[in-house]
């Protein structure tokens, strides 16, 4: 039976700049940074759930991707294809504030929704879709 989800992943074009982006200005912990050969596996996490890790994929030929399917890959993260998940937040405005203030790219400012919640939607480094949500109860 399963039980929780402990892992998950986006691909990136950069994992340094990447590792930045999630920590530095996300404010994320890193939980794993090693190399095993031409391979880096990177996972970060929030404080608040030590139980979840985010990997951070290089989008490149190698271990995992031939140089076609990286090149592939790379196109539909940078146009914000891939990659998408909601973040929850008790303050979305505020949140965005902070988050504009350190250089993130909104595609859509905060904005009331019909379903309960106001949402804010942002690009990582990369160009993977985020959706900040507060619910509005």
């Known amino acids: 039976m399963i039980n929780r989800l402990a892992v998950t992943e986006f691909w990136v074009t950069d994992q340094n700049a990447a590792l930045r982006f999630y920590t530095e200005t996300l404010g994320f912990d890193i939980r794993a940074d090693v190399t095993v ?32 399917e990286a090149q592939f890959l790379t196109k539909l993260v940078e146009a914000g294809k891939l990659g998408h998940c ?19 790219e909104f595609v859509q400012p905060p904005t009331d929704r019909p379903y309960g919640t106001i ?17 509005k109860r």
């Open 37 to 68: 050969g031409d391979y880096r596996w990177i996972s970060v996490g929030l404080k608040s759930q030590p139980d979840v890790e985010i990997g951070l994929n290089a989008l490149k030929a190698g271990n995992l991707l031939t140089a076609d």
């Open 86 to 104: 909601v973040w929850k937040t008790d303050d979305c405005h505020k949140t965005y504030d902070e988050l504009k203030a350190k250089g993130v």
């Open 119 to 135: 949402e804010a939607i942002f690009k990582d480094n990369s160009g993977n879709i985020m959706v900040l949500s507060q619910d």
